[in-house]
């Protein structure tokens, strides 16, 4: 079983930036992929990037040129710039083996909130 746990998030204004982690112990994989999702509230939880053991990174539209995911095969990081009110949810990563489904254990997640 892997342990993810999410940290970094925060209060931000709207244009301001934020920067998340995330660490996965336990089961881990030599070859990974670790991905970052949300949750806004009343809505279902949605992709939102992920990046490869080998290099390889892939946004969701709507964040696209705004964040940066980075990291390693165990540790992941999530730069978030140009904030939008609409980007307030709880953010999860979640890591898999290539060509393999995320794994069905979450963190705890972490709260950002952007205001108008």
């Known amino acids: 079983q892997v342990q993810l746990v999410e940290s970094g998030g925060g209060l931000v204004q709207a244009g301001g930036s934020l920067r998340l982690s995330c660490a996965a112990s336990g089961r881990t994989f030599s070859r990974s992929v670790m991905g970052w999702f949300r949750q806004a509230p009343g809505k279902e939880r949605e992709f939102v990037a992920s990046?490869?053991?080998?290099?390889g990174r892939t946004y969701a539209e709507s964040v696209k040129g705004r964040f940066t995911i980075s990291g390693d095969n165990a540790k992941s990081y999530l730069q978030m710039n140009s904030l939008k009110p609409e980007d307030t949810a709880v953010y999860y990563c979640?890591?898999?083996?290539?060509?393999?489904?995320?794994?069905?254990?979450w963190g705890q997640g972490t709260q950002v909130t952007v205001s108008s």
């Open positions: 990046i490869s053991w080998s290099g």
């Open positions: 979640n890591i898999r083996e290539p060509g393999s489904i995320w794994s069905p254990y």
